[in-house]
């Protein structure tokens, strides 16, 4: 399976090790994710204002250049703000006219890219039955909490990705990969990371909140999808001991690919 793939900048960066792992698993799943050329930027924040044009650009380019008919994604906040372009694309007539005039492709986007978090991919195309099959490493007696965060659920019309109340994806991933899940308060819940730099307390308050709760639960691990998130999170989870990894390195070591 082919799929083209939008690794977004944090990936590049700060959290290198989110797509290290997520293209060695995907490539002993049978998957390749292949890149799409020039991406810029997604903006990482979904601009509010309706008439807001250009900061939605870099999604709808990223969309045009899908080549396979379907977009992955690992980054919450990339796929929060590129799904929710595509969305408004198929669904503004107005932003669709002035982005088009403002780009000039010489083929317009027609709306048809599907965009697809990796996690979607597992659950919807291999299926988590299968992915049982392909993992060497069972993680057998291990308890891990899903910290989901808010942009990878939330607008839930928006995005589809789960029940934004109650979750269950990353939770059935966990069983998959041979853990047992930590259901606990607050993991589909903001981290706090958006005002983390004006208001530290604020996103320290969010953050002490969810990891008690996890802790509290029975929950010895934590995994999320969200670099912000992670950032967040190990920032304040030091004096908590809770480890926090991203959900691919979970997915890569299950599957005898993770090195080191």
């Given at each position: ?124 195309e291999i299926g988590f039955e ?90 010895e691990e934590l995994i999320t ?36």
């Amino acid at each position: 399976m082919i799929y083209s793939y939008y690794p977004g900048c944090t990936l590049k960066d700060r959290a290198k090790e989110m797509d290290k792992y997520a293209r060695a698993s995907a490539a002993a799943l049978g998957i390749e994710l292949r890149e799409i050329p020039e991406w810029q930027c997604c903006g990482a924040v979904y601009p509010q204002a309706s008439d807001e044009i250009a900061s939605r650009l870099s999604a709808v380019r990223a969309l045009m250049n899908t080549e396979e008919g379907k977009l992955v994604t690992m980054c919450s906040a990339c796929h929060h703000v590129i799904k929710r372009t595509n969305y408004d694309w198929n669904r503004d007539a107005d932003f669709r006219m002035k982005a088009t005039n403002y780009m000039k492709p010489e083929v317009p986007y027609d709306g048809s890219t599907q965009v697809l978090h990796f996690l979607e991919v597992i659950r919807d195309e291999i299926g988590f039955e299968e992915l049982k099959k392909k993992v060497v490493n069972p993680l057998t007696g291990r308890k891990i909490g899903a910290f989901y965060g808010c942009m990878v659920l939330r607008p839930g019309k928006e995005l589809a990705f789960d029940d934004p109340e109650n979750p269950q994806i990353i939770e059935d991933f966990i069983r998959a990969l041979g853990a047992e899940p930590v259901k606990y308060p607050y993991r589909n819940e903001c981290c706090g990371a958006y005002v983390a730099l004006e208001n530290k307390n604020c996103a320290e308050t969010q953050v002490d909140r969810a990891l008690n709760s996890a802790i509290a639960n029975g929950c010895e691990e934590l995994i999320t999808a969200c670099p912000l998130c992670m950032y967040n999170l190990v920032e304040n989870a030091t004096r908590h001991k809770l480890p926090v990894r991203y959900f691919t390195e979970l997915l890569a070591e299950a599957l005898g690919v993770k090195e080191g």
